[in-house]
């Protein structure tokens, strides 16, 4: 790391989030709306500064089976969001994207998922990023095991 970088995140950002949820039946539908302050911290390349940063998600998950307690999800979700580094003046922004499937293994559950994520820039001499990520997810449960002491 080059030695005359200086990055100051003085302040603790700020954070704002508020979300919605509407289940019923087969159907879960949620949103959320997340606000991060990083304008107060500074950096030394005049070329770069802090911005507030705004998030915004959609999401959905459909139960196969609602009335069982262990059921089958398919899940899916969309998010757009700025980042909160400005260079060279140019603002940045994310799209993403993601599905995934959850079906219970006996007391656990195996998740499958992928995500993909586009960098947007105003102008094309920023830097670019895109990525594709697949994720694989094993969650334990707890089988609870009730006996009396004679």
Do not use: C
């Amino acid at each position: 790391m080059d030695k005359n970088y200086h990055s100051h995140a003085q302040y603790l950002p700020m954070h704002i989030g508020a979300g919605l949820t509407i289940s019923g039946g087969h159907w879960t539908v949620s949103a959320d709306y997340n606000y991060v302050d990083w304008s107060r911290n500074t950096s030394d390349y005049t070329s770069m500064k802090y911005e507030n940063q705004h998030k915004l998600n959609l999401g959905a998950i459909y139960l196969t089976e609602p009335r069982k307690a262990r059921s089958t999800e398919l899940m899916a979700g969309i998010g757009v969001s700025n980042s909160y580094i400005n260079l060279k003046e140019g603002k940045m922004y994310y799209l993403e994207g993601n599905v995934g499937i959850s079906f219970p293994l006996r007391e656990s559950f195996l998740s499958l998922g992928a995500t993909w994520r586009q960098q947007v820039n105003q102008r094309d001499n920023l830097m670019q990023e895109s990525r594709f990520s697949l994720n694989l997810n094993l969650t334990f449960g707890e089988k609870l095991i009730r006996f009396k002491l004679k």
